[in-house]
């Protein structure tokens, strides 16, 4: 599979090597502990509902994305901004955690991530205009997407790729939501538990089985309990609980 155009080189040209750890910062706007800390403040402190939605949606995605690097592996550009040794020691053990990866590189889970989670609080918040949610949104999704091309553990055919994969798990999401908005919980929750249920069976038999499958499902399972707890209880359904 010919994906390199050649953009991987003319990014790292441009960006010099003392940027590589900001850089590498910069990527964690798209990493799955970021995006879990983001709906947990949503779940916190604005619209339980709608952070259920969103992580729901998160989980499809990763599940979807993490099927097919089992399924279908590539190999990754393997041409790091900065060679790990040339960082200071007290800055190499973050940023190997945050860079390094010898897993497969189509298609890229931050893009997945980065669209799924933040035009999802684009659509959900009310900070600012519509418009100017959209564009802070979609300007997060193009720096991180940069960034893993900077960085050199992404081409640019597994950002779009997983800027596609993202953008139909919402299309999709926000369908079913319209024509069923009294189920969306449900369609969301519903929909993690089968892509994790799927992604942990493709890591069993295709293999190889690693515990980022074993705790997808863990989520999956964690938001289908939490939607059928939410929607057997009897009590009175406030404007900003789950159900």
Same mark, same amino acid.
């Given at each position: 599979?010919?994906?390199?155009?050649?953009?991987?080189?003319?990014?790292?040209?441009?960006?010099?090597?003392?940027?590589?750890?900001? /850089?590498?910062?910069? /990527?964690?706007?798209?990493?799955?502990?970021?995006?879990?800390?983001?709906?947990?403040?949503?779940?916190?402190?604005?619209?339980?509902?709608?952070?259920?939605?969103?992580?729901?949606?998160?989980?499809?995605?990763?599940?979807?994305?993490?099927?097919?690097?089992?399924?279908?592996?590539?190999?990754? =550009?393997?041409?790091?901004?900065?060679?790990?040794?040339?960082?200071?020691?007290?800055?190499?053990?973050?940023?190997?955690?945050?860079?390094?990866?010898?897993?497969?590189?189509? =298609?890229?889970?931050?893009?997945?991530?980065? /669209?799924?989670?933040?035009?999802?609080?684009?659509?959900?918040?009310?900070?600012?205009?519509?418009?100017?949610?959209?564009?802070?949104?979609?300007?997060?999704?193009?720096?991180?997407?940069? /960034?893993?091309?900077?960085?050199?553990?992404?081409?640019?055919?597994?950002?779009?790729?997983?800027?596609?994969?993202?953008?139909?798990?919402?299309?999709?999401?926000?369908?079913?939501?319209?024509?069923?908005?009294?189920?969306?919980?449900?369609?969301?929750?519903?929909?993690?538990?089968?892509?994790?249920?799927?992604?942990?069976?493709?890591?069993?038999?295709?293999?190889?089985?690693?515990?980022?499958?074993?705790?997808?499902?863990?989520?999956?399972?964690?938001?289908?309990?939490?939607?059928?707890?939410?929607?057997?209880?009897?009590?009175?359904?406030?404007?900003?609980?789950?159900?």
């Amino acid at each position: 599979m010919a994906r390199d155009f050649g953009e991987v080189d003319a990014l790292q040209e441009i960006v010099p090597e003392a940027l590589a750890f900001p /850089t590498a910062m910069a /990527t964690q706007l798209g990493a799955i502990w970021f995006a879990t800390l983001l709906i947990c403040c949503l779940y916190r402190f604005h619209d339980r509902r709608n952070a259920v939605v969103t992580a729901g949606l998160l989980v499809t995605g990763t599940g979807i994305w993490r099927t097919i690097k089992i399924v279908a592996p590539v190999p990754r =550009p393997e041409q790091p901004l900065v060679a790990l040794e040339a960082l200071p020691s007290i800055l190499q053990p973050l940023y190997e955690l945050a860079v390094v990866d010898s897993g497969a590189g189509f =298609p890229s889970g931050h893009a997945v991530t980065t /669209t799924i989670v933040y035009l999802s609080l684009a659509r959900h918040l009310s900070v600012g205009s519509r418009r100017q949610r959209y564009l802070g949104a979609l300007s997060i999704v193009s720096l991180v997407g940069l /960034t893993r091309m900077t960085l050199g553990v992404h081409y640019l055919v597994d950002v779009i790729a997983g800027a596609v994969i993202g953008n139909a798990v919402l299309l999709g999401g926000f369908w079913l939501f319209s024509r069923y908005p009294e189920r969306r919980v449900a369609i969301a929750v519903g929909g993690g538990f089968c892509s994790a249920s799927v992604c942990l069976l493709a890591s069993l038999f295709v293999g190889p089985f690693s515990f980022w499958e074993l705790g997808l499902f863990v989520a999956g399972v964690g938001g289908f309990l939490w939607w059928h707890v939410a929607a057997t209880d009897r009590r009175p359904v406030g404007v900003g609980d789950p159900s």
